[in-house]
């Protein structure tokens, strides 16, 4: 046996000892039918996409991976925090007249840079530069200052400078597209250090400071972890007057341990408290004082936590392996009608809340890690940007198992199905192959090419792959070769017959697993790239001379 080989088999019998144990297989009968209603998917999640840090859009790396993600996704936004980060150099004082100096020649860089990508900025107003700051306490790596003004007059005067600068700059009809988010989650004593009031201080003026400068800028918070504030914020600009064109949150699949250490007390199914949760500020606000707001979630990912000891805000691999695709599958598709924004956190593993990793996978927030080799999470989205076209109806005879689903859309074309099998960190027991027959609609009965892609450990999800080779650091380029390999999804191609008009569709879906079909009847063969038959007799007899 060569060597190549032997770490294959190697790499495969260590795929096989990790696997938890698997329940029996699941069987479901699924029809697809036509839908009255020419509805779409929203996907919110396209709308905003989430660099660590404005600093790092000074970077040519991470510029390449978001315009890399950008080609496939197409983007509309990208949040990021600090962009009044004293490493960008925006404010300082006169030593003579201690009058504030606003610079905004590092700003500009970062904000040409992703509007060269076509990306507009979702504005995220902070850290407190130290100019301004009331306190000395930092939050992570790069130290962004999180403390209250010391003179709430000169923050709004810092906003207002800033925004006033980007209307100059970029044009008022460009700068009114743009969202600006004042802070980010206040509610955690880790990213402001003052009370709820002293926000909400910083957010009225913050709100004043951009309406002064143009009544029709959009602006809005509180950007708060798990869901908090919302109400009150609301409630609080409302009895007040203040300006408030949006809600922003965040949320992890893990908070749930937070919030209910170890699930007691959960009133959520194992899985459904992260989807739950989007849908009950939903309600939140359509109930409220405003519910004409959009609602933007500013933050999200996969980071995951079997019970309430595991939870861990660094290091976490449900990031990086195959977990994250089936949970960005079925969650995305779970709350497509729920709001405006719904922004992955991050792009890219380059990325420096603690220092920017070094080893190829690093179980960092990225999609994409530092070599640009992307993870299964970024594939989920890849095959949930392929699901264009009007929402078919699915229907079943009894409600599928806990965890798995699909959606069905249709083009004039083709008709594109996706499927997920989500394997709960929560509870083993649960993970189960699921498998069945799909019944879709088509137009005649003929033979159709069937394109499947399929999201799988070593096929779209390369970190197990890098975990069999023993975790290399320093990964050789041909290691490197091979992650990206297996970092690609698997494509199948078969042609099936359709019968009475109607097609059957088998599936079957092993734990985590995310699978792909495009279905569609062979297109009109091209015979010849000539003009008629007698130009290309010519042109052959021609070419078949020989020399004179």
């Known amino acids: 046996m060569n060597s190549i080989l032997r770490k294959t088999v190697v790499v495969a019998l260590l795929f096989l000892l990790c696997k938890p144990a698997i329940a ?49 996704m197409g983007y509309r936004y990208c949040r990021f925090h600090a962009i009044f980060d004293d490493a960008l150099d925006v404010v300082r004082r006169d030593p003579k007249t201690y009058q504030l100096i606003f610079q905004w020649h590092q700003v500009d860089l970062v904000y040409d840079a992703l509007l060269k990508l076509g990306i507009r900025p979702f504005v995220e107003l902070n850290p407190m530069p130290k100019a301004l700051a009331s306190g000395t306490q930092t939050m992570f790596n790069y130290q962004m200052n999180v403390t209250p003004p010391k003179s709430y007059d000169e923050w709004g005067q810092l906003v207002e400078a800033f925004t006033t600068h980007l ?93 209910y250490p170890d699930r007691v007390g959960s009133p959520y199914k194992v899985g459904d408290f992260f989807s739950e949760t989007v849908k009950e500020v939903t309600r939140w606000v359509k109930a409220s ?5 959009e609602i933007h979630w500013t933050e999200w990912n996969t980071q995951s936590a079997k019970d309430a000891a595991s939870i861990t805000w660094g290091e976490n691999i449900y990031v990086d392996n195959l977990y ?145 080779m023993g975790s290399p650091l320093n990964a050789s380029a041909t290691q490197l070769d091979l992650l990206r390999k297996h970092a690609e999804p698997a494509y199948t191609f078969a042609q099936l017959k359709s019968n009475k008009n109607r097609l059957n569709l088998d599936f079957s879906l092993t734990p985590g697993e995310v699978v792909y079909f495009e279905i569609a009847a062979p297109m009109q063969k091209v015979t010849t790239r000539f003009a008629n038959e007698e130009e290309f007799k010519i042109f052959n007899k021609g070419m078949g001379e020989k020399s004179k």
């Open 324 to 468: 994250a695709a089936s949970f960005i599958a079925r969650n995305c598709i779970d709350v497509d009608n729920e709001c405006q924004s719904f922004a992955y956190w991050v792009i890219s593993d380059l990325f420096d809340e603690g220092n920017i990793p070094v080893s190829p996978f690093s179980c960092t927030y990225g999609l994409i890690t530092i070599h640009g080799i992307p993870k299964a999470s970024f594939n989920a989205f890849r095959f949930l940007r392929k699901m264009e076209g009007t929402r078919m109806n699915v229907t079943t005879e009894k409600p599928l198992p806990q965890g798995k689903g699909c959606v069905v859309t249709r083009t004039k074309t083709s008709t594109r199905v996706l499927m997920w099998n989500q394997n709960f960190v929560e509870d083993t027991k649960l993970h189960s192959v699921w498998n069945g027959t799909m019944e879709i609609p088509v137009a005649d009965d003929t033979i159709l090419n069937v394109i499947k892609g399929s999201i799988t450990a070593g096929n779209g999800s390369a970190w197990e792959s890098w975990i069999g």
């Open 289 to 293: 004082e405003r519910p004409d707001l």
């Open 24 to 72: 029996c297989a699941q069987k479901s009968e699924i029809t697809v039918s036509e839908s009255s209603v020419q509805k779409q998917l929203n996907m919110p999640w396209r709308n905003t996409i989430a660099v660590g840090r404005a600093h790092n859009l000074l970077r040519a790396d991470i510029l390449q991976h978001l315009a890399y993600a950008q080609d496939i």
């Open 167 to 259: 209307v100059e700059r970029y044009g008022i009809d460009e700068v009114r597209n743009w969202y600006f988010e004042v802070w980010n989650e206040p509610n955690l004593g880790a990213f402001w250090s003052g009370s709820q009031a002293e926000y909400f201080k910083l957010y009225e003026y913050s709100a004043r400071a951009i309406k002064k400068v143009d009544s029709k800028l959009r602006v809005g918070g509180p950007a708060s972890s798990k869901a908090n504030w919302i109400k009150e914020i609301i409630s609080y600009t409302y009895k007040n007057n203040i300006p408030l064109d949006f809600v922003s949150t965040h949320l992890y699949g893990q908070d749930e341990q937070v919030q």
